[in-house]
Nanobody
Framework: QVQLVESGGGLVQTGGSLRLTCAASGRTISTYYMGWFRQAPGKEREFVAAITWSGSSTYYSDSVKGRFTISRDNAKNTVYLQMNSLKPEDTAVYYC??????????????????????WGQGTQVTISS
């Protein structure tokens, strides 16, 4: 079992930055693909970013590409999401997910591979206009 706990959410103004942290426990996440997802009120959960075991490959949704950066520190069993140039439409609950997988990240995401993994409880991010 892998337990995931997100933190770092909050209220910021448009154009501001936040860094989300996903702390894992129970097992090392060095063999897991890690992802960030978000769900806004009244909307379905959507993919944000994902990263492979070593961090050598990343994948982003078009809506956050160039503004968000996913990274990981396997020694700390932690994954990060640096969010810059935040917009009101980024307001959502952000979730961290872990899955044992291989292959292209875009394939894993398109196949909803993370649905079969572990999820955290989420952290609220609110961007004021």
């Amino acid at each position: 079992q892998v337990q995931l706990v997100e933190s770092g959410g909050g209220l910021v103004q448009t154009g501001g930055s936040l860094r989300l942290t996903c702390a894992a426990s129970g097992r090392t996440i060095s063999t897991y693909y890690m992802g960030w997802f978000r769900q806004a009120p009244g909307k379905e959960r959507e993919f944000v970013a994902a990263i492979t075991w070593s961090g050598s490959s990343t994948y982003y949704s078009d809506s956050v590409k160039g503004r968000f950066t996913i990274s990981r520190d396997n020694a700390k069993n932690t994954v990060y999401l640096q969010m810059n140039s935040l917009k009101p439409e980024d307001t959502a609950v952000y979730y961290c997910a872990a899955v044992i997988a291989s292959g292209l990240l875009r394939t894993i995401v398109a196949g909803r591979g993370f649905d079969h993994g572990y999820w955290g409880q989420g952290t609220q991010v609110t961007i004021s206009s």
